[in-house]
């Protein structure tokens, strides 16, 4: 069995949580890799992971060229984790190591994804859970797969999924979209999330939204024929207008009055038109991206656990050296 866990910037509570994992791993009957990794950090979590690799033989340490990203940095677990079953986790206890025994039971079971469901959210503000709330279904009623609500990435995945989820190349990661289109059968367990062990957020509000929009625009192309119903309506709005001044002055003469409504009209057909090529320029920049089709990552260091026999080598296309 393989840990997966993407850190950046996290050595404030890093020595923390692999005990609390240590202890919950020790507990188990498989034979347990722990993965970390270490997503181009600037502070002494690196070295706290060279350490932490010297007294503990199953770790394995992963360094990427830079920070390239959660989701990059995920991709990358799951290519090098050599497990059966696969557990991503955040480093920052606000998802307890404790339920990873209950996963595994619902694995053992049968289940291919073990979704873990935040029932609550402490430590968080009512902001940031509602606005969470307002995405999740958002992205449901636009895109054509669901996602389920309220589940971070928090989970457990069965080799065959792992396997599916590293076919899949494209350069725009939304990981929570990704795990449900894998589809196979998939179980949800509820938890309460804890609040932040130590350290701060990495996910600030200007960077959630983005994500937001990344997520919509990956697993959906409604907002493009919102853009296109939207230019309909206010295209015959505006044809109606033109036929209402049309027949008004074919009746009553031509009049000077109207300078305020036509202003408004002017206004709010050039917003829908630049609202509509911004939807396009996110289409289009999306594409631009995958054109290019550079790497998802680099490795700059991999060092894999000395108690687990390495058959997965990293992809010559994605090592720094």
Same mark, same amino acid.
């Given at each position: 069995?393989?840990?997966?866990?993407?850190?950046?910037?996290?050595?404030?509570?890093?020595?923390?949580?692999?005990?609390?994992?240590?202890?919950?791993?020790?507990?188990?009957?498989?034979?347990?890799?722990?993965?970390?990794?270490?997503?181009?950090?600037?502070?002494?979590?690196?070295?706290?992971?060279?350490?932490?690799?010297?007294?503990?033989?199953?770790?394995?340490?992963?360094?990427?060229?830079?920070?390239?990203?959660?989701?990059?940095?995920?991709?990358?677990?799951?290519?090098?984790?050599?497990?059966?079953?696969?557990?991503?986790?955040?480093?920052?206890?606000?998802?307890?190591?404790?339920?990873?025994?209950?996963?595994?039971?619902?694995?053992?079971?049968?289940?291919?994804?073990?979704?873990?469901?935040?029932?609550?959210?402490?430590?968080?503000?009512?902001?940031?859970?509602?606005?969470?709330?307002?995405?999740?279904?958002?992205?449901?009623?636009?895109?054509?797969?669901?996602?389920?609500?309220?589940?971070?990435?928090?989970?457990?995945?069965?080799?065959?999924?792992?396997?599916?989820?590293?076919?899949?190349?494209e350069r725009?990661?939304?990981?929570?979209? &990704? $795990?449900?289109?894998?589809?196979? !059968?998939?179980?949800? #367990?509820?938890?309460?999330?804890? @609040?932040r062990a /130590?350290?701060? *957020?990495?996910?600030?509000?200007?960077?959630?939204?983005?994500?937001?929009?990344?997520?919509?625009?990956?697993?959906?192309?409604?907002?493009?024929?919102?853009?296109?119903?939207?230019?309909?309506?206010?295209?015959?709005?505006?044809?109606?207008?033109?036929?209402?001044?049309?027949v008004k002055?074919?009746?009553?003469?031509?009049?000077?009055?109207?300078?305020?409504?036509?202003?408004?009209?002017?206004?709010?057909?050039?917003?829908?038109?630049?609202?509509?090529?911004?939807?396009?320029?996110?289409?289009?920049?999306? &594409? $631009?991206?995958?054109?290019?089709? !550079?790497?998802?990552? #680099?490795?700059?260091?991999?060092? @894999?656990?000395? /108690?687990?026999? *390495?058959?997965?080598?990293?992809?010559?296309?994605?090592?720094?050296?």
């Amino acid at each position: 069995m393989s840990v997966v866990v993407p850190v950046f910037n996290e050595e404030a509570v890093l020595a923390a949580f692999h005990q609390r994992l240590k202890e919950v791993l020790a507990k188990l009957d498989e034979k347990v890799e722990v993965l970390y990794v270490d997503d181009g950090s600037s502070d002494g979590t690196f070295l706290i992971l060279q350490n932490l690799q010297a007294l503990e033989k199953q770790v394995s340490v992963v360094r990427l060229s830079r920070n390239f990203g959660k989701e990059q940095a995920m991709s990358a677990g799951l290519r090098l984790a050599q497990g059966d079953a696969v557990i991503l986790i955040d480093v920052d206890l606000q998802d307890p190591p404790e339920l990873i025994a209950s996963m595994v039971v619902a694995w053992r079971d049968g289940a291919d994804i073990v979704n873990m469901r935040r029932r609550s959210r402490a430590g968080e503000s009512w902001f940031k859970m509602a606005t969470a709330y307002a995405f999740y279904r958002v992205m449901n009623m636009l895109s054509e797969v669901p996602v389920p609500p309220d589940v971070g990435d928090f989970r457990l995945l069965d080799r065959r999924v792992v396997a599916a989820l590293n076919l899949l190349s494209e350069r725009g990661r939304f990981m929570k979209g &990704l $795990f449900a289109w894998v589809g196979f !059968r998939q179980v949800t #367990l509820d938890y309460d999330r804890a @609040p932040r062990a /130590a350290g701060s *957020s990495k996910w600030r509000y200007w960077r959630l939204f983005n994500f937001a929009i990344e997520g919509i625009t990956s697993f959906s192309t409604a907002p493009l024929k919102v853009a296109t119903y939207v230019g309909l309506l206010s295209a015959a709005l505006s044809f109606a207008y033109a036929v209402y001044f049309l027949v008004k002055t074919l009746l009553l003469g031509d009049s000077a009055q109207g300078f305020p409504t036509l202003i408004v009209c002017i206004l709010l057909l050039g917003g829908l038109q630049l609202m509509a090529i911004g939807v396009l320029g996110e289409y289009l920049g999306r &594409l $631009f991206v995958e054109a290019k089709a !550079r790497p998802l990552y #680099l490795i700059d260091v991999y060092t @894999p656990a000395p /108690a687990i026999a *390495s058959t997965t080598l990293p992809s010559p296309a994605s090592v720094a050296r």
